[in-house]
């Protein structure tokens, strides 16, 4: 996909949101009849204060802390819509956790690497410098003529490496496992793929 030169915006459901390891994370049936659900290694940023209008400078000013995500989607729907709010919005699609790291632990968020993991395989792996838009360009830019309640999470976006983008394609199955590791302090979400009946 060729580079947005402005944040690329979608919209997950509150139903989205899930729990890490040991709760299932649901592959859906219309993705499973598709098979294209993936993965997507990424950075949380939980905001702890009501903002609006928010310069780049101040943008750090109104987060909370920091957590890993797995963004899962359903990529034939995703592919074949130009909003992706249908493909990446449905129950337990975005797994979050299982810690909440302080901004104050970590000060320097680009000094930050992430990994995905599935079935054990390196399958994704970056170091934070590597977003096409920084934690305060995203949050200013979100914010503007917007508010963002306090409690909002944000995610920023995966590295390469998807499973739909691979030669040949990883789709997650039921009983795969993934794991998004975001090194140091933040630690390893873990999610076993489970199919929905």
């Known amino acids: 996909m060729s580079i947005s030169e ?5 919209l997950k459901p509150a139903t989205a949101l899930a729990d890490p390891y040991p709760a299932p994370t649901l592959i859906p049936k219309h993705t499973i009849e598709s098979g294209s659900a993936d993965y997507g290694s990424e950075l949380a940023i939980i905001i702890g204060k009501d903002c609006k209008n928010v ?3 101040e943008a ?3 987060v ?3 957590t890993a995500s797995n963004d899962i989607s359903s990529r034939a729907f995703q592919f074949a819509q130009t909003q992706w709010c249908y493909s990446k919005g449905f129950d337990g699609s975005c797994p979050i956790g299982p810690v909440l790291v302080s901004k104050e632990v970590i000060r320097d ?3 930050l690497k992430l990994r995905g993991w599935k079935n054990g395989k390196v399958v994704q792996e970056s170091p934070l410098t590597d977003l ?3 934690v305060q360009q995203i949050i200013s830019f979100l914010s503007q003529g917007t508010t963002l309640p306090k409690g909002t999470i944000i995610i920023t976006g995966t590295p390469a490496g998807v499973g739909f983008a691979r030669n040949p394609k990883e789709i997650l199955h039921d009983g795969d496992e993934f794991v ?3 090194l140091p302090h933040i630690g390893s979400l873990y999610n ?3 199919n929905e009946q």
């Open 109 to 111: 968020v680009g000094g």
């Open 64 to 66: 909370l802390g920091y």
């Open 192 to 194: 076993v793929m489970k």
């Open 6 to 10: 402005i944040p690329t915006l979608f």
């Open 60 to 62: 750090l000013d109104y």
């Open 180 to 182: 998004v590791e975001i």
């Open 132 to 134: 096409i838009f920084s």
């Open 55 to 57: 310069s780049e400078a």
